[in-house]
């Protein structure tokens, strides 16, 4: 049977390029016919020495022409964005020509041929796949069968596809799944994309359980397995190691096999042991480990440099299906601090999308403040800004609601020094999401009628299956998008009622300045009339003054004197 072109492939972020390096070399040394390719989940440091030399081709991520890809990589941390590429990748060489692919993850080194894999691809295999135990294990604490019934059945650290019709088929809808929904939420049946392949030997015939010992060897079986040899011919169960998955494992802290797990460490560790983990950690620190650390992740900071605390992350997965604001790295920081239109008050002191949200789902927060209340927004406002801290893990997300509280103290510009960023190391920002996919000549060909060449009905077929899938992919979208605008409308819904809250206290200030304006003028009318009754009775005073010294004068007893009056008085008489 003739060999299939094959590809291994990994994926990593820059901070585990030192692991993925042992990873590769080592799957080179032993199968030099497979081409090597390490996909990369970042965006690539200037320094080319730090990747893998000429006989790998890295891939970055954005490359891979996933749909939305800057709201996919704003949605996940960087674990998520790890293991939601793999289907992506996979799908990638697949199409590039390579008929058998395998993956490993980049905590793994290979110590044999992959043989009992590549045999199984080779013979029409769709998937291979390791489980993680092959056989009970009971026991109190993890890894134990009820903790790996959780977590996955198979260890999807590795797996194998082979090109045809199915792994197509299935790559696509594991693709569609993990676009959104690569998470660790273990009480809703996912474990980011490791459950998903649970399912998988039920959608095909084509999958292969590999149950050899040999293989992806790790701490939740080794203690059901017995590792021995020494450096180049390392064994389990008395046949060659294959691979040793070390996942978990601190290359600085070598007495411990994986955090995951309280096994094999404090000195419990069987001598074979101690020198595998030596020899592989001597490997990672001599590859630079921990030369990247994990703040300088491209897809961790908002454009402005904030980092993005996973909470922001969950937020925007569960509210944002679609996101139409443009790359959310750029935007979202700014709609977090936007004023929340369902909650009482829209002041820049009121309460902002990302609070409301923390209280939304928070009972404690929820029970305690009564967001329909000024005083419940305030008492909230205050709490958020002496505490929000331990969630947001940052300041400056913080920060714009202390300043628009009226907040002073400079301890918030002292941990802004503190988080800041140097220009020069600030996570860059890529461009956007690739660009949409162009309708390749033979699906238009495809579409417009059967060729009249039958030895190009086989590829026409093939080519009809691939645009059904392609069909099925914008479906699922479709639907997707329905949902998100069912979303929007409810928030516009929303945020109408809240403008009609705030008309309505608007209205009643208008009426009430007209009133003010109706009472003013009637206090002016009142003052003039005020004015003129003075102006009466000052005149009144003078008439009885003038009358007074009438008669002071007609008694008189001088007729000469008031003869001339008493004519005047007489007349004065008359007309009274």
Same mark, same amino acid.
């Given at each position: 049977?003739?060999?299939?072109?094959?590809?291994?492939?990994?994926?990593?972020?820059?901070?585990?390029?030192?692991?993925?390096?042992?990873?590769?070399?080592?799957?080179?040394?032993?199968?030099?016919?497979?081409?090597?390719?390490?996909?990369?989940?970042?965006?690539?440091?200037?320094?080319?020495?730090?990747?893998?030399?000429?006989?790998?081709?890295?891939?970055?991520?954005?490359?891979?022409?996933?749909?939305?890809?800057?709201?996919?990589?704003?949605?996940?941390?960087?674990?998520?964005?790890?293991?939601?590429?793999?289907?992506?990748?996979?799908?990638?060489?697949?199409?590039?020509?390579?008929?058998?692919?395998?993956?490993?993850?980049?905590?793994?080194?290979?110590?044999?041929?992959?043989?009992?894999?590549?045999?199984?691809?080779?013979?029409?295999?769709?998937?291979?796949?390791?489980?993680?135990?092959?056989?009970?294990?009971?026991?109190?604490?993890?890894?134990?069968?009820?903790?790996?019934?959780?977590?996955?059945?198979?260890?999807?650290?590795?797996?194998?596809?082979?090109?045809?019709?199915?792994?197509?088929?299935i790559l696509r809808w594991w693709s569609r799944r993990l676009q959104y929904e690569c998470v660790n939420d273990q009480d809703r049946g996912i474990f980011m994309d490791q459950k998903f392949m649970d399912l998988v030997p039920g959608f095909t015939n084509g999958v292969r359980i590999l149950r050899d010992t040999a293989y992806n060897v790790a701490y939740w079986n080794l203690q059901q397995r017995t590792l021995s040899g020494t450096p180049g011919n390392w064994k389990i169960d008395g046949e060659p190691l294959r691979f040793f998955h070390f996942s978990g494992f601190n290359p600085s802290e070598p007495g411990c096999l994986s955090k995951?797990?309280?096994?094999?460490?404090?000195?419990?560790?069987?001598?074979?042991?101690?020198?595998?983990?030596?020899?592989?950690?001597?490997?990672?620190?001599?590859?630079?480990?921990?030369?990247?650390?994990?703040?300088?992740?491209?897809?961790?900071?908002?454009?402005?440099?904030?980092?993005?605390?996973?909470?922001?992350?969950?937020?925007?997965?569960?509210?944002?299906?679609?996101?139409?604001?443009?790359?959310?790295?750029?935007?979202?920081?700014?709609?977090?601090?936007?004023?929340?239109?369902?909650?009482?008050?829209?002041?820049?002191?009121?309460?902002?999308?990302?609070?409301?949200?923390?209280?939304?789902?928070?009972?404690?927060?929820?029970?305690?403040?009564?967001?329909?209340?000024?005083?419940?927004?305030?008492?909230?406002?205050?709490?958020?800004?002496?505490?929000?801290?331990?969630?947001?893990?940052?300041? /400056? *997300?913080?920060?714009? !609601?202390?300043?628009?509280? =009226? &907040?002073?103290?400079?301890?918030? $510009?002292? +941990?802004?020094?503190?988080?800041?960023?140097?220009?020069?190391?600030?996570?860059?920002?890529?461009?956007?999401?690739?660009?949409?996919?162009?309708?390749?000549?033979?699906?238009?060909?495809?579409?417009?009628?059967?060729?009249?060449?039958?030895?190009?009905?086989?590829?026409?077929?093939?080519?009809?299956?691939?645009?059904?899938?392609?069909?099925?992919?914008?479906?699922?979208?479709?639907? /997707? *998008?329905?949902?998100? !605008?069912?979303?929007?409308? =409810? &928030?516009?819904?929303?945020?109408? $009622?809240? +403008?009609?809250?705030?008309?309505?206290?608007?209205?009643?200030?208008?009426?009430?300045?007209?009133?003010?304006?109706?009472?003013?003028?009637?206090?002016?009318?009142?003052?003039?009339?005020?004015?003129?009754?003075?102006?009466?009775?000052?005149?009144?005073?003078?008439?009885?003054?003038?009358?007074?010294?009438?008669?002071?004068?007609?008694?008189?007893?001088?007729?000469?004197?008031?003869?001339? *009056?008493?004519?005047?008085?007489?007349?004065?008489?008359?007309?009274?």
């Amino acid at each position: 049977m003739a060999t299939r072109r094959r590809a291994i492939f990994t994926v990593c972020s820059n901070n585990y390029v030192p692991m993925a390096k042992v990873l590769l070399e080592s799957a080179t040394r032993h199968h030099p016919e497979a081409d090597i390719y390490l996909c990369l989940a970042d965006e690539k440091l200037p320094d080319p020495v730090f990747y893998p030399g000429q006989q790998c081709e890295v891939v970055e991520a954005k490359m891979l022409g996933v749909p939305n890809f800057r709201e996919f990589a704003f949605r996940y941390d960087i674990m998520e964005f790890n293991t939601a590429l793999k289907p992506f990748m996979a799908r990638h060489l697949l199409a590039r020509g390579y008929e058998s692919v395998v993956y490993l993850d980049p905590d793994i080194e290979v110590h044999a041929p992959l043989e009992r894999v590549f045999s199984l691809l080779d013979e029409g295999a769709a998937f291979v796949l390791t489980p993680h135990i092959t056989q009970p294990l009971e026991q109190p604490n993890f890894p134990n069968d009820l903790g790996i019934m959780r977590a996955g059945v198979y260890n999807l650290g590795f797996f194998g596809v082979g090109a045809g019709e199915d792994t197509d088929r299935i790559l696509r809808w594991w693709s569609r799944r993990l676009q959104y929904e690569c998470v660790n939420d273990q009480d809703r049946g996912i474990f980011m994309d490791q459950k998903f392949m649970d399912l998988v030997p039920g959608f095909t015939n084509g999958v292969r359980i590999l149950r050899d010992t040999a293989y992806n060897v790790a701490y939740w079986n080794l203690q059901q397995r017995t590792l021995s040899g020494t450096p180049g011919n390392w064994k389990i169960d008395g046949e060659p190691l294959r691979f040793f998955h070390f996942s978990g494992f601190n290359p600085s802290e070598p007495g411990c096999l994986s955090k995951h797990t309280d096994l094999f460490r404090d000195g419990r560790q069987p001598p074979p042991l101690v020198e595998l983990l030596s020899h592989y950690a001597a490997q990672v620190l001599a590859n630079g480990h921990g030369r990247v650390p994990d703040a300088f992740y491209a897809y961790g900071r908002f454009a402005s440099g904030t980092p993005l605390p996973e909470v922001v992350r969950r937020m925007f997965r569960e509210c944002h299906a679609h996101w139409s604001g443009g790359d959310p790295f750029s935007t979202y920081e700014e709609y977090l601090h936007l004023p929340c239109a369902r909650t009482h008050g829209t002041a820049p002191s009121g309460v902002t999308n990302l609070m409301a949200y923390l209280h939304e789902r928070d009972p404690w927060l929820r029970s305690t403040y009564d967001l329909a209340s000024s005083e419940g927004v305030s008492r909230y406002v205050d709490w958020h800004i002496g505490n929000g801290l331990s969630t947001l893990k940052d300041s /400056r *997300l913080i920060a714009p !609601v202390a300043l628009g509280a =009226g &907040e002073s103290d400079p301890s918030f $510009r002292l +941990l802004q020094q503190e988080h800041a960023v140097d220009p020069r190391n600030a996570a860059h920002i890529g461009e956007h999401a690739a660009a949409p996919r162009v309708q390749s000549t033979k699906v238009q060909t495809a579409l417009a009628g059967p060729t009249k060449d039958p030895e190009g009905l086989e590829e026409t077929a093939a080519t009809l299956r691939r645009c059904r899938l392609d069909l099925e992919d914008a479906r699922e979208e479709n639907r /997707r *998008l329905a949902n998100a !605008v069912t979303q929007m409308r =409810g &928030e516009m819904l929303a945020l109408n $009622r809240a +403008l009609d809250l705030t008309a309505q206290p608007l209205q009643a200030a208008h009426a009430l300045h007209e009133e003010m304006n109706t009472l003013r003028a009637h206090a002016e009318e009142l003052h003039t009339l005020r004015a003129r009754a003075e102006d009466v009775s000052t005149l009144r005073a003078h008439a009885e003054q003038l009358a007074a010294s009438v008669e002071a004068i007609l008694a008189s007893k001088s007729w000469r004197i008031t003869r001339p *009056l008493r004519t005047v008085a007489g007349v004065l008489r008359k007309r009274r």
